[in-house]
């Protein structure tokens, strides 16, 4: 909390508090979270309710720069505001100003030097595949649709693989600018319930179109196109080529960051 005092004979003080959202979004009608030209996104929108309602002009920071199409349940972003609304009620009035497709689901005072990207945090993403001969209309938005049959305990060893500290340079869209794309991945897990394979995924981190190509990669292997094993090949090669291709962007969903204390 920064404290601002001036004026010659009256003195007075200026409170700026940061503030942390947790948001959820269908990211359906968006050209992803961060603000651009091309279209309409998810972090356009709530940095304009945002200064509609505090009266004072607000550009969040988030921690996760979805892509067109994908949804969240968990994004983390954060702003600086000089209001005097307490930071939990923030969430209600907003959700109140927004469209039905993003809500706020918690709103709090966090220290000023907490920052939603560059603090000690583990990400997890869930990628959805419906499995089946023919496609659900309901499903539609929230999985990939794969009329032929995926091999789920094939797809399960490949993943094996890719738990742990590596390079996922294989792994990475062109265009990324990282100092480094070496990332741990924590957990892979693989599930299957009534035609939908549900792969999560957790990590420090994710390089661009990580996930997705990672899901690309082990439907390659769920087709029988790949052995298992040759996802310890790709990794080895570090080039992208050597990977499958990037799984469409309506399957996935940033279900949550935690943030170490």
């Not at 009608?29 to 603000?35: A, D, E, I, L, S």
Request: a negative charge.
């Amino acid at each position: 909390m920064a404290v601002f005092m001036c004026q010659e004979k009256e003195s007075w003080i200026k409170i700026v508090k940061r503030v942390r959202l947790i948001i959820s979004y269908d990211g359906t009608n968006y050209c992803g979270w961060q603000v651009q030209i091309n279209g309409i996104t998810v972090e356009e929108i709530i940095n304009r309710e945002l200064s509609s309602l505090l009266g004072e002009e607000i550009a969040v920071i988030g921690a996760s720069r979805t892509d067109s199409g994908v949804h969240a349940m968990g994004n983390v972003a954060v702003f600086d505001t000089e209001t005097r609304i307490p930071a939990e009620k923030i969430s209600f009035a907003l959700n109140q100003r927004l469209p039905d497709d993003i809500r706020i689901q918690k709103s709090e005072e966090v220290p000023e030097d907490f920052h939603p990207r560059y603090c000690d945090s583990t990400k997890t993403y869930e990628y959805k595949i419906l499995n089946r001969r023919f496609p659900d209309p309901m499903l539609r938005l929230y999985t990939h649709f794969v009329y032929m049959p995926l091999d789920v305990e094939l797809m399960r060893k490949a993943a094996e693989y890719l738990v742990g500290e590596h390079d996922f340079a294989s792994f990475c869209s062109a265009g990324s600018q990282v100092k480094t794309t070496v990332r741990t991945v924590y957990t892979l897990d693989i599930k299957e319930e009534n035609d939908v394979i549900s792969i999560r995924i957790s990590g420090n981190g994710f390089l661009y179109n990580m996930v997705r190509i990672i899901v690309g990669t082990l439907m390659k292997v769920g087709l029988g196109v790949y052995p298992p094993e040759h996802v310890k090949e790709i990794l080895e090669v570090k080039d992208r080529y050597a990977a499958g291709p990037k799984a469409p962007a309506r399957g996935l969903t940033l279900i949550g960051i935690e943030y170490q204390e």
